[in-house]
């Protein structure tokens, strides 16, 4: 009997900004034809091969928004398993940045309260930390 090596699970590394304007963080609702179209995230995605955390999160933010922003200090890390994808999320502060967000990516974009973002409709994974996130801004 060969014994076979045991497969290492994949990770997919993914960042996103809490974009803030006085007490009101920036929502995205995620296209249609992509995974978890309709939900409200906070803009961001996966990080490419030889980037950094925060130069993936700029370039996100400059692709999906068309803003060029200053990425700041890390707010949260959380792990989370959708079916066999497991996702290491990272959330930075975002509270600088030139230019108007426009929906270039999203269906949708809106300032919502932090006290009302648990309202919406958001990943598995950003339910569990929103709590918690919004407690350290
Ligand atoms: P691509 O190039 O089509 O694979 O897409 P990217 O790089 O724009 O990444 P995206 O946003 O499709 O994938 C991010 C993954 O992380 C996706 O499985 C959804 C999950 N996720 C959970 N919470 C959040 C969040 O707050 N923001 C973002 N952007 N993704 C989140």
């Not at 922003?69 to 079916?83: D, F």
């Not at 270039?104 to 990943?123: A, I």
Request: proline share 7%; hydrophobic share 40%.
């Amino acid at each position: 009997m060969t014994l076979l090596p045991k497969k290492r699970p994949t990770w997919i590394p993914v960042v996103a900004a809490m974009m803030l304007k006085d007490s009101r963080v920036l929502l995205g609702q995620r296209p249609e034809g992509s995974s978890f179209a309709g939900v409200w995230e906070f803009p961001g995605g996966k990080i490419e091969p030889h980037e950094s955390p925060e130069m993936a999160l700029k370039r996100e933010l400059n692709e999906e928004l068309g803003i060029v922003a200053e990425v700041k200090e890390l707010c949260i890390a959380s792990s989370h398993t959708y079916g066999d994808v497991n996702i290491l999320l990272m959330i930075y502060k975002v509270q600088y940045w030139t230019g108007e967000p426009r929906t270039l990516h999203h269906n949708d974009l809106k300032w919502v309260e932090l006290s009302d973002v648990h309202n919406y409709d958001l990943p598995e994974a950003n339910k569990k930390i929103v709590q918690q996130l919004i407690s350290r801004v």
